[in-house]
Structure formats: structure tokens, C-alpha cells
T-cell receptor, first 112, second 115 residues
Framework: SQQGEEDPQALSIQEGENATMNCSYK?????LQWYRQNSGRGLVHLILIRSNEREKHSGRLRVTLDTSKKSSSLLITASRAADTASYFC????????????FGKGITLSVRP | KAGVTQTPRYLIKTRGQQVTLSCSPI?????VSWYQQTPGQGLQFLFEYFSETQRNKGNFPGRFSGRQFSNSRSEMNVSTLELGDSALYLC??????????????FGPGTRLTVL
């Protein structure tokens, strides 16, 4: 299995600005998922993008996937204070032993 | 539909003791995965159970074990606790898990403190 590596480690923006978070991985994938975690709580699934998709939208979220560069980005538009959380990407490879493996995450702070 | 529940939510133990954590998945979900989250190591995969069988395992010592029951509920056990086992333990359930890559639904976690 492989682990996604998120970048940057921390991001601080003003409410209303856009937040862009990046994820890189090493080997081929079936899909890549993004999750959010509010402080000390469980993770919440945000969006899944399959390897044959290049872009996906969900509300204020936009995810892109570039399999040639083995990278993905998560864009949150018009950020709100409630978006303050940690964000994780989880690439999923193929095979019977596949499992979601998370990186260390990105800490996003949205200042009101 | 009820979400993933974990019990207990908080636990304080001393070194050398053992602990059992419980996870009830969403109804109909057959895959349950366990993760350990610490500030230093981040979110690390412990194991996954599917239909009462361990399907996948992370790089943790044998002190960490788990099982799944016929109703898909899962327990994990940590024996001979060490200070470094202090962490947030998260359980996640999904319909099939594994290579299907379906969405994982996480519980609120159990915060374990080892003194």
C-alpha cells in the first residue's frame, strides 16, 4: 500500500479566501480520497476521485487528479471559519490487500 | 441510519495493563478498519477485518490484536500497555473495504491515555 504526502503541512488563510492543498503519491492508484478531521474527532469523507477522472466538484470543494504527476489537489473556495480542520488524502492502489493509508495531513486555519 | 459508534470514548490505564476497545459499524457494513493517531506519527493503519477475518494488517507489534464478530462489530485489544500507546484510536467501517475503495465512515474515536 502507499501513503499520500500532503503539502503544505499547515496553511493559514483569511475567511473568504481560497485554500489549496496538495497530495502526492508514489505508485498507481484506483482512486484517491480526501478526508477532513475536526480537532480530536473522527475523519469525515469529503470526496473520492477515480483514476480515470481528472476533476470533481462537491459544493465548495474541487479536487483534481493528475496521474502522470501522481498528484492531487483539493481546493476549498470561499473558505469559512468552520473549514478549520486537518485534511488528509488517502490514495488507494489495487489488489486484494489494498487499504487506505493516510499521511500526516494538512492543518488548515481559517481566520474570521 | 446510525453512524459508527466506539466505546468507551475515553480511557485511562497504567503501564502493563491491557485494554479492549469496541466498535459498532454502520448497519450493513462488513469491513471494519482500525487506526492509531498520535501527534508524532499521524494516522497509522492497524488492521482491517472483513466477514470476521483479518484481511489486512499494519506494522504494529503483536500486543495489538483484534477480532470481528458475526454482526460485524469489532474489538481491538492492546496488551501490556506502554506509554507510547497513548493515542486516539479510530475505527472506520465501509461496505466492502479493501480494494473496492468505497468510502470509510469513521467513529468519534477512543482517547486512550497510558500513565
Amino acid at each position: 500500500s502507499q501513503q499520500g504526502e500532503e503539502d503544505p503541512q499547515a496553511l493559514s488563510i483569511q475567511e473568504g479566501e481560497n485554500a489549496t492543498m496538495n497530495c502526492s503519491y508514489k505508485t498507481s492508484i484506483n482512486n484517491l480520497q480526501w478526508y477532513r478531521q475536526n480537532s480530536g474527532r473522527g475523519l469525515v469523507h469529503l470526496i473520492l476521485i477515480r483514476s480515470n477522472e481528472r476533476e470533481k466538484h462537491s459544493g465548495r470543494l474541487r479536487v483534481t487528479l493528475d496521474t502522470s504527476k501522481k498528484s492531487s489537489s483539493l481546493l476549498i473556495t470561499a473558505s469559512r471559519a468552520a473549514d478549520t480542520a486537518s485534511y488528509f488524502c488517502a490514495p488507494l492502489g489495487g489488489g486484494a490487500n489494498s487499504k487506505l493509508t493516510f499521511g500526516k495531513g494538512i492543518t488548515l486555519s481559517v481566520r474570521p | 441510519k446510525a453512524g459508527v459508534t466506539q466505546t468507551p470514548r475515553y480511557l485511562i490505564k497504567t503501564r502493563g495493563q491491557q485494554v479492549t476497545l469496541s466498535c459498532s459499524p454502520i448497519s450493513g457494513h462488513r469491513s471494519v478498519s482500525w487506526y492509531q493517531q498520535t501527534p508524532g506519527q499521524g494516522l497509522q493503519f492497524l488492521f482491517e477485518y472483513f466477514s470476521e477475518t483479518q484481511r489486512n494488517k499494519g506494522n504494529f507489534p503483536g500486543r495489538f490484536s483484534g477480532r470481528q464478530f458475526s454482526n460485524s462489530r469489532s474489538e481491538m485489544n492492546v496488551s501490556t500497555l506502554e506509554l507510547g500507546d497513548s493515542a486516539l484510536y479510530l475505527c472506520a467501517s465501509s461496505l466492502q473495504g479493501g480494494e473496492t475503495g468505497d468510502t470509510q465512515y469513521f467513529g468519534p474515536g477512543t482517547r486512550l491515555t497510558v500513565l
